[in-house]
């Protein structure tokens, strides 16, 4: 080996082990700038609160189980009785103005019965359940009360509900914003600090029942019907930014 390229062989080592020994360094140096850089929601400083809005309203539509339960001997004489009166029944819904849209069979059922023994069968039981949507909650009652007569036997289920609740959602979710944002600015307040943006957000709903009865009687002869009031209620969780 020549002397040059001796030369040029111990400065290349040197340089290379002084770059060795500062690139840890530099690297580090590196990971601290960018991690410092940003800042993530859980080392900024902020309040996290819940709001509730709540809104109540009249339902607009019911939903019922209208079945026919014939019992005969032998399963054919038993299905001819309940198709017989089950057509009644459906003609009744018809004349009464139900939308076919609103009207879905629900459940149809043939079984045996059995003596107090249990052994010995004694005949057949058919059952024919239609789903009745009522839009017309003035005349629920009347509607009720002719399907019995047309040979309804088995009427269940009766539910009431609001048919569209968008509006009644938009109106309680303002309500749980706006108290939310209310105990937020309070308790900046109380801690001597001021509220910033809106960091992060999230909701949940729910509608029920409530037992605040209306009754609806068309006449004296009509099933008393009960609508009560829905309630629609919208939680928020909100977090605020502390600048």
């Known amino acids: 080996m020549s002397k040059t390229a001796y030369v040029l062989l111990v400065v290349c080592t040197v340089i290379a082990a002084v770059i060795?020994?500062?690139?840890?360094?530099?690297?580090?140096?590196?990971?601290?700038?960018?991690?410092?850089?940003?800042?993530?929601?859980?080392?900024?400083?902020?309040?996290?609160?819940?709001?509730s809005g709540k809104v109540y309203a009249t339902p607009d539509q019911a939903t019922v189980q209208l079945g026919v339960i014939s019992q005969a001997k032998s399963a054919a004489d038993a299905l001819k009785d309940n198709s017989a009166k089950t057509a009644a029944v459906l003609a009744s819904i018809k004349t009464i103005g139900v939308d076919?849209?609103?009207?879905?069979?629900?459940?149809?059922?043939?079984?045996?019965?059995?003596?107090?023994?249990?052994?010995?069968?004694?005949?057949?039981?058919?059952?024919?359940?239609v789903?009745?949507?009522?839009?017309?909650?003035?005349?629920?009652?009347?509607?009720?009360?002719?399907?019995?007569?047309?040979?309804?036997?088995?009427v269940s289920g009766l539910s009431f509900d609001i048919a569209d609740t968008s509006k009644l959602q938009t109106e309680a979710r303002a309500k749980a914003i706006a108290d939310a944002r209310a105990k937020a600015e309070a308790m900046a307040t109380?801690?001597?600090?001021?509220?910033?943006?809106?960091?992060?957000?999230?909701?949940?709903?729910s509608s029920m029942p409530m037992p605040m009865a209306k009754m609806a009687m068309a006449d004296a002869a009509s099933v008393p019907v009960a609508t009560g009031q829905q309630l629609i209620a919208i939680d928020v969780s909100i977090s605020f930014a502390l600048p």
């Open 100 to 129: 076919s849209k609103d009207v879905q069979t629900h459940d149809f059922s043939i079984y045996p019965t059995y003596d107090t023994n249990g052994a010995t069968i004694t005949g057949y039981q058919v059952t024919n359940t």
């Open 20 to 51: 060795g020994a500062a690139l840890p360094s530099l690297l580090a140096n590196k990971q601290h700038t960018v991690a410092s850089g940003g800042t993530s929601m859980s080392q900024q400083h902020h309040i996290d609160v819940t709001g």
């Open 190 to 205: 109380a801690a001597g600090v001021s509220l910033g943006e809106i960091i992060a957000i999230s909701e949940s709903g």
């Open 131 to 154: 789903m009745v949507v009522i839009r017309d909650l003035a005349n629920a009652g009347s509607i009720l009360d002719q399907v019995v007569q047309a040979g309804a036997n088995n």
